[in-house]
């Protein structure tokens, strides 16, 4: 039974439907102080908007064809491979996140539902970063559809 014992993450989850949504955040939740994980960088294109906000950034992708153009295109950036999947891989990064972007294919299908609120899940316990903010249609459309039980006893 579940108790004021049991553990609870504070991380909020930011979810966004389509890049320009998810582009929309950067200005309103990265401070200079931050330090980013971005997860499914691709070519660097949003790594560069984050980075011009915050230059603790590290931008991953799995796949090292992607990661070899965007560090000759953005050679300020560190870029690094990694399978979002693997999370020994990513705490190897060896930093604490205050904010985790990810944007990787294949998260906004409804079938891909419980791997988005697993990886969440998993990045938040770990890193315990103030916001993850995650490009995840159907993320954003199942956080429309929830409401939050709230008791409310009488005086």
């Known amino acids: 039974m579940a108790n004021e014992n049991q553990f609870k993450l504070f991380t909020k989850f930011i979810a966004t439907r389509g890049v ?24 660097g294109t949003t790594s560069t ?17 992607c990661i070899k153009v965007a560090r000759t295109k953005y050679p300020g950036i560190r ?29 906004s299908s409804y079938r891909a539902l419980l791997d988005v609120i697993s990886l969440m899940n998993m990045y938040a316990s770990v890193f315990e970063p103030e916001a993850i903010i995650i490009k995840s249609g159907s993320l954003k459309q199942f956080a429309k559809s929830c409401v939050a039980w709230k008791t409310t006893f009488p005086s």
């Open 79 to 107: 870029f690094e491979t990694l399978d979002a999947f693997n999370i020994q891989q990513a705490m190897k990064l060896g930093t604490k996140f205050t904010k985790i972007y990810i944007d990787m294919s294949g998260l």
């Open 49 to 65: 908007l984050i980075w011009q906000k915050c230059k603790n950034l590290i931008a991953t992708d799995i796949s090292l064809d």
């Open 20 to 43: 320009e949504e998810y582009r929309q955040t950067i200005p309103i939740w990265i401070r200079p102080e931050d330090i980013i994980l971005e997860i499914g960088c691709e070519w």
